[in-house]
């Protein structure tokens, strides 16, 4: 084990960092859905890259202090990050951005009707 220390102390790599990888090759195994190469390569990419930024957030959420509760929380985000991620996407193409936009402007005209008193005839 020290010459695996040895190999991280050089690299500088953050522990989440590692267990986001590791939390990736795992989910490789048994989320149903990663199925093509792309997206398995997606999953080993960024897995790593949001243990990296969110692990310690994740940590702290979950009340999970000191290192091995930081790496522990680093694994759990790589290995749902991108399952987390495709929902994300789905929901957004889901939304039907014109309608949204519609109801926005529909909302913001009433509060300036509503407030400079135009729109009703008494």
Do not use: C, W
Not at 27 to 40: A, C, I, M, N, Y
Not at 79 to 97: E, M, N, P, T
Request: aromatic content about 14%.
């Amino acid at each position: 084990m020290p010459f695996f220390q040895k190999i991280l102390d050089a690299l500088d790599f953050d522990k989440s960092v590692i267990a986001g990888f590791l939390g990736a090759l795992f989910g490789l195994l048994f989320l149903t859905e990663v199925k093509t190469f792309r997206q398995k390569l997606a999953l080993l990419a960024f897995g790593p890259v949001l243990a990296y930024y969110f692990a310690e957030s994740a940590a702290a959420f979950f009340h999970m202090t000191g290192p091995k509760g930081v790496a522990a929380a680093g694994f759990g985000v790589g290995l749902l990050g991108y399952v987390i991620l495709q929902a994300i996407f789905r929901a957004i193409k889901s939304l039907d951005i014109m309608d949204l936009l519609k109801n926005a402007i529909s909302q913001a005209f009433d509060k300036i009707t509503g407030r400079f008193g135009g729109g009703s005839n008494p």
